[in-house]
């Protein structure tokens, strides 16, 4: 569905089996996530391991479904695909739209972590572009690291943020 859509959309599948129609991205959100790329990369990441609206497979109790993640960070270059497994997947981002808003908030940050996905992080379009900063903690669930403007956060070296080349 998502190579057949000749508006952009993409579509998203929980584990559960409920199916998600995201918008396609605006100009901000884009050059937000430009941004952060260009910070990996500043920092040493290599192009093939910074991924942008990859899709990755989550699998839950019910079953199997995917997300696709406004930034992807991995550890590794990754095979040629659309859905790919969460194996070497250091970080997640997402960046909030007014509708995705409730599924970055609540849906996304259980399923992602229940996936194992070490660090998610959320970016508001509020003024100051917040970026919250989520890391699994010992019971399994993310736990708020910081919270900070993303001009902030630019200013930063990623490994001040657990991701060391």
């Not at 270059?77 to 997640?92: E, K, S």
Request: net charge negative; no cysteine; hydrophobic share 45%.
């Amino acid at each position: 569905m998502n190579e057949a859509d000749p508006h952009g959309h993409r579509y998203e599948l929980s584990p559960e089996g409920a199916l998600s129609v995201m918008p396609p991205a605006d100009s901000e959100h884009a050059a937000i996530a430009s941004r952060l790329m260009i910070w990996l990369a500043m920092a040493g990441w290599p192009a093939d391991q910074i991924l942008q609206a990859v899709g990755i497979e989550l699998v839950g109790s019910a079953g199997s479904g995917g997300r696709i993640p406004d930034l992807t960070l991995w550890s590794a270059a990754q095979h040629q695909g659309v859905w790919l497994p969460i194996t070497d997947l250091l970080l997640a981002v997402e960046i909030v739209s007014p509708g995705s808003a409730a599924m970055d908030r609540t849906v996304k940050v259980q399923e992602y972590a229940a996936a194992g996905i070490g660090k998610y992080w959320l970016v508001d379009r509020d003024a100051a572009q917040t970026v919250t900063l989520h890391s699994i903690g010992h019971d399994g669930a993310y736990e708020v690291t910081a919270k900070m403007p993303l001009a902030w956060l630019l200013q930063t070296a990623p490994a001040d943020h657990g991701l060391g080349t």
